[in-house]
């Protein structure tokens, strides 16, 4: 019965620290998203509003340069938070299973 409490506070401990490292990563992925999405949408909305006036309707690119900044970062804080969560979780689990083996 003691082997069981122990093992259940330890995936509790292991819980708590995963949610730590996922609001770390939500609030880097903020973070970086906010210093990111002007250099991205910078570097790609001249070559999107031209390929939808190209490729669509003339004028459509007036549209996408205003949908686009959005859609810039939505991306960037996916993919940062995304990458963030699952590097600091491999890390974490890495880390409780070193200490967890030398018991």
Same mark, same amino acid.
């Given at each position: 019965?003691?082997? @069981? &409490?122990?093992?259940?506070?330890?995936?509790?401990?292991?819980?708590?620290?995963?949610?730590? =490292?996922? /609001?770390?990563? $939500? !609030?880097?992925? /903020?973070?970086?998203? @906010?210093?990111? !999405?002007?250099?991205?949408?910078?570097?790609?909305? $001249?070559?999107?509003? =031209?390929?939808?006036?190209?490729?669509?309707?003339? $004028?459509?690119?007036?549209?996408?340069?205003?949908?686009?900044?959005? /859609?810039?970062?939505?991306?960037?804080?996916? @993919?940062? !938070?995304? &990458?963030? !969560?699952?590097?600091?979780?491999?890390? /974490?689990?890495?880390? @409780?299973?070193?200490?967890? &083996?030398?018991?």
């Amino acid at each position: 019965m003691q082997m @069981f &409490s122990s093992s259940n506070r330890t995936s509790k401990t292991e819980k708590r620290v995963l949610d730590i =490292g996922t /609001i770390t990563a $939500g !609030t880097l992925g /903020i973070v970086i998203a @906010f210093l990111l !999405t002007p250099q991205l949408y910078g570097g790609t909305v $001249g070559w999107m509003a =031209g390929y939808a006036d190209e490729a669509y309707v003339e $004028g459509l690119g007036g549209m996408i340069r205003v949908i686009w900044a959005p /859609i810039v970062a939505l991306f960037c804080f996916t @993919f940062c !938070t995304l &990458s963030i !969560t699952t590097g600091t979780r491999a890390a /974490i689990l890495w880390v @409780f299973g070193a200490v967890n &083996s030398r018991r």
